[in-house]
């Protein structure tokens, strides 16, 4: 199975634009391996990195030092292995849903070959009926899930999913939870998705990647060893959340304010 991931001792700084001010620094020596075909959920504080990572394996950054691989090839740019789904839509406002689905397929000028492609990633998104419309005539769900098609349109071996539904009512997002995981299991594909919902990530991965804060390195790696379709509500399932609220240092230790009135 294609689609594995190796992260070997990354770092990334971000140059100040003010001489006066220090470069940011956000990645401090990640490391990470991830399987093929897995979902893995990266979890850490604000500001510590997550799409930082995220950008850097899509190709669209680059390490200040340390190296990356997608299946033994080291990931230097973007490449159509690798499917890329934002919070927001980030659908382009002036194509119809089926035209921006279409859109990374013509720039690889592949879709006159695979133009039924198109139709079969409407359908697996549920967007039959809405292929003529505009990104402004769909609910913000239904533009998450143009967006999933757009990103898988191609058969990316790998999805990254930076807080894809971030922006949605929770009975839409556990609705679209659902469906990216049927996805998943339909196209054998590695699945990494930052997200800031500790319920999510054990909901929907394999293993969740807890982040330090900045600058920032793995802190630890859980493994969610609960059979699927899972249940919020299960003993263990709770257990999860304590332990990597445990790790992101939310377990309840905040320290006592007092008050003067
Ligand atoms: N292009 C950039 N130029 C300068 N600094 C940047 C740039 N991109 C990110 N940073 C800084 O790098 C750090 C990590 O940012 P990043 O967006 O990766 O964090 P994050 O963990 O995804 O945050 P959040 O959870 O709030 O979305 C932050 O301090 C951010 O200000």
């Given at each position: 199975m294609v689609g594995e991931i190796k992260i070997n001792n990354v770092y990334k700084s971000f140059k100040s634009l003010d001489p006066s001010k220090e470069d940011t620094l956000a990645l401090n020596g990640v490391d990470l391996k991830i399987e093929p075909g897995s979902f893995v959920s990266l979890i850490g504080p604000s500001g510590c990195g997550k799409s930082t990572l995220l950008r850097i394996i899509g190709g669209l950054d680059k390490a200040t030092s340390g190296e990356l691989f997608l299946d033994g090839n080291k990931i230097i740019k973007p490449g159509s292995d690798r499917g890329f789904a934002f919070q927001g839509s980030n659908l382009f406002p002036w194509l119809t849903v089926e035209k921006n689905i279409a859109f990374g397929l013509k720039a690889r000028h592949i879709y006159k070959k695979e133009k039924e492609e198109v139709q079969k990633f409407v359908d697996l998104v549920g967007l039959k009926g809405f292929e003529k419309s505009y990104p402004h005539q769909l609910s913000g769900g239904m533009q998450q899930r143009a967006s999933l098609a757009r990103a898988l349109v191609g058969h990316p071996s790998v999805l990254l999913l930076d807080e894809p539904l971030g922006a949605l009512d929770a009975f839409t997002r556990m609705t679209l939870q659902d469906e990216i995981l049927k996805i998943w299991k339909q196209n054998n594909m590695t699945m990494l998705m930052v997200t800031h919902d500790v319920d999510e990530a054990i909901y929907m991965s394999d293993k969740v990647v807890v982040m330090s804060s900045r600058p920032s390195k793995v802190e630890e790696i859980i493994d969610i060893d609960l059979p699927r379709p899972?249940?919020?509500?299960?003993d263990t399932f709770q257990q999860y959340r304590t332990r990597i609220l445990d790790v992101l240092n939310l377990g309840g230790k905040i320290e006592e304010v007092e008050y003067y009135l």
């Open positions: 899972r249940a919020r509500s299960q």
